[in-house]
């Protein structure tokens, strides 16, 4: 059966080529006898012209001669014309290029008879010359040029009387807009019009793009798009700055219109401003966020030829430093981490990405003290990147025991191996949520820093912490939950209208961590600047308006409530840190603080306690961590601690 399809329609193939081959020789054939009888005719109709129109007053000399040399002229003309391939052309996509040749031709057409008259004939008057190269351009190049102006017209016309057609603005009006417009107007089949274009130079208002009006800037969208009935914008100016752009989309989302953006200018580099190119805008492009900038040198001159370990290295944060750590050519880049199928997917993406690196997976636990031991003594790693922990708060809520047992004694067990088989620098991945906890999580990660400044002041090795806000389309991120709310028509649910966080792009993330690593000195907590803090609520309608929805309207926001141990707003330092500038404007030092005494015997005794899972952990961990603003939930039982501490 399906080679009795693949041969119908393999046959069926072949009949359309035959057919566009055949149709392709007639159409050529057709202009062959045109371009011959119009070359001709036209310094004929030279000679006549120069004596007033009658036949009786052009002498016979003249006359012999024009008739005499035509059909060598012809002969010249279908030469030159297949020579300057002018039969090979798709004239409904004919540009300056075909005039180009069309002008070379017909030039040397004159040439041609010039010499053949002169020598062989009769020399001719020179308005014959003149007048008749003259004809004989505007007859080779309107025929041709007329071909795509009637297609245009009648596409125009087809255009107006279709209803289907999404109406465009265009934003931006420059090549990049004028690509598009052009792009727009051949596409086939055509499902947009252009209708107009907005850009805040003022010199534009009022001219014409590609035969699209300019109608205005920013300021003037909400209006034309209700003046031109757009369905659709799409933002051309892909070199713009962020917070340029940011305006302007702050502007465009309001409008219930779809909105598309051009990536980046290479596009246009590259001559590829097509509709193909054309994306949805992201959520990342509403905040704002110019791109950060690293010095890859000082990056890469730390990490390249030595031995990288990450552990969580299939998680979010992991996998993403696991591809940065590639690009800088590691001597050997080991993976770790308790699951396997995310640490698996990296596995596979670095070595089709990176085949001649060597690439180590393990799975295992970092709470597992000989594990780490065995790991640490096999593959003696100069860098360690510790990502490796539990970080859902709702969840370590409900399970406060599991978030000191991987955060807290995962930690300790991987830097205390580290410290023991010679590891040259160690970089714990912290959060902002470990500043004046008021949730377990949060406290389990002060508790992190801690245990790694501790230890900084007895090793060689450098410890030190890079601390961060929320990261977006990380996993159990609110922008993932909130796209699948939006999927099954809501509701979007947010915890409080006034909630906000701060945010940066995973790659942006990472990228700073190891910029912070290559700065690490001693027991530092590195600081990244997450930029302004950003209302969920605002992201939340951001992403509904982006959907093509309205908020309130068809997806509705539902406020649920703070949960147990979240925070209104986050903070990335505490009041008795400071802060100090780094080489990078993006990246602070702050000031480690003193710490518990015995603080490294008392945490082995919180994992102790930890195992038997008492109710009432969250008191011990408020003794070594002070500015934990801790919250009692129901049903606790703190007398069901140890009080060993």
């Not at 004046?436 to 992190?448: D, V, W």
Request: proline share 4%.
């Amino acid at each position: 059966m399906s080679n009795k399809r693949e041969g119908k329609t393999t046959e069926g193939n072949d009949t359309k080529a035959t057919f566009h081959i055949h149709r392709w020789i007639k159409v050529a054939l057709l202009m062959m006898i045109y371009d011959i009888i119009a070359g001709s005719l036209a310094y004929g109709l030279a000679l006549w012209l120069r004596f007033d129109l009658r036949f009786s007053t052009i002498p016979e000399t003249y006359l012999r001669s024009w008739l005499y040399f035509t059909p060598f002229f012809m002969a010249v003309t279908l030469a030159i014309f297949a020579m300057l391939k002018l039969y090979r052309s798709v004239w409904r996509y004919v540009s300056f290029n075909e005039l180009g040749r069309v002008v070379l031709g017909v030039a040397l057409c004159l040439v041609a008879q010039i010499l053949g008259t002169c020598v062989f004939f009769e020399k001719m008057p020179v308005s014959y010359y003149i007048v008749g190269v003259f004809l004989h351009l505007v007859a080779a190049g309107g025929i041709r040029f007329s071909y795509r102006g009637l297609r245009l017209i009648y596409s125009r016309i087809k255009a107006n009387q279709n209803d289907a057609l999404k109406r465009v603005m265009i934003i931006g009006a420059g090549e990049a807009g004028r690509m598009l417009i052009r792009e727009i107007s051949v596409a086939k089949p055509r499902r947009s019009k252009a209708c107009c274009a907005i850009d805040d130079n003022p010199n534009k208002k009022g001219r014409m793009l590609d035969h699209v009006p300019i109608v205005g800037n920013r300021h003037d969208i909400p209006e034309m798009v209700e003046k031109y009935n757009i369905d659709r914008i799409i933002v051309a100016m892909p070199a713009a700055k962020a917070k340029h752009k940011k305006a302007i989309l702050d502007i465009c989302k309001e409008t219930g219109c779809e909105l598309k953006i051009l990536p980046g200018i290479s596009q246009i580099l590259n001559g590829k401003a097509t509709l193909s190119q054309l994306r949805d805008v992201s959520v990342e492009e509403l905040l704002g966020r110019e791109p950060i900038r690293i010095n890859m040198g000082e990056i890469g001159s730390y990490i390249f030829g030595r031995s990288v370990l990450i552990t969580g290295g299939g998680g979010s944060i992991g996998s993403e430093l696991a591809r940065q750590v590639a690009s800088y050519g590691p001597q050997q880049l080991i993976l770790f981490d308790i699951y396997e199928n995310n640490v698996y997917d990296i596995q596979q993406e670095l070595k089709w990405n990176y085949p001649e690196m060597s690439l180590v997976v393990l799975i295992g636990s970092v709470r597992d003290r000989n594990r780490m031991r065995q790991v640490m003594e096999t593959y003696r790693p100069d860098i360690v990147y510790h990502a490796a922990a539990h970080k859902h708060v709702p969840l370590m809520e409900a399970s406060p025991n599991e978030a000191i047992k991987n955060n807290v004694l995962g930690t300790y067990e991987t830097a205390m191996a580290a410290s023991e088989f010679g590891v040259t620098r160690f970089v714990l991945i912290s959060t902002d949520k470990a500043v004046n906890p008021t949730n377990i999580m949060g406290a389990s990660k002060r508790m992190c820093e801690m245990i790694v400044q501790a230890i900084d002041k007895q090793s060689a090795t450098e410890f030190v912490a890079v601390r961060f806000g929320n990261v977006l389309g990380s996993n159990g991120s609110v922008i993932p939950l909130f796209k699948k709310q939006i999927q099954a028509g809501g509701p979007v649910t947010v915890t409080h209208p006034e909630i906000t966080r701060f945010f940066m792009t995973i790659p942006e993330a990472v990228s700073l961590v190891l910029q912070a690593g290559a700065y690490a000195g001693s027991g530092e907590i590195f600081v990244l600047d997450m930029g302004q803090a950003v209302k969920i609520d605002e992201l939340a309608r951001n992403l509904i308006l982006l959907s093509g929805h309205i908020p309130d309207g068809d997806i509705k926001i539902k406020y649920t409530g703070l949960r147990p141990g979240e925070k209104l707003y986050e903070e990335l330092l505490m009041a008795e840190e400071g802060l100090q500038q780094t080489k990078n404007e993006l990246i602070f030092i702050g000031q480690p603080l003193e710490l518990p005494e015995r603080f490294l015997e008392r945490i082995i005794e919180l994992g102790k306690v930890s195992s038997e899972n008492p109710d009432g952990i969250r008191d011990l961990v408020k003794r070594l961590v002070p500015t934990y603003q801790m919250k009692q939930l129901k049903g606790a039982r703190p007398e069901g601690a140890k009080a060993a501490m």
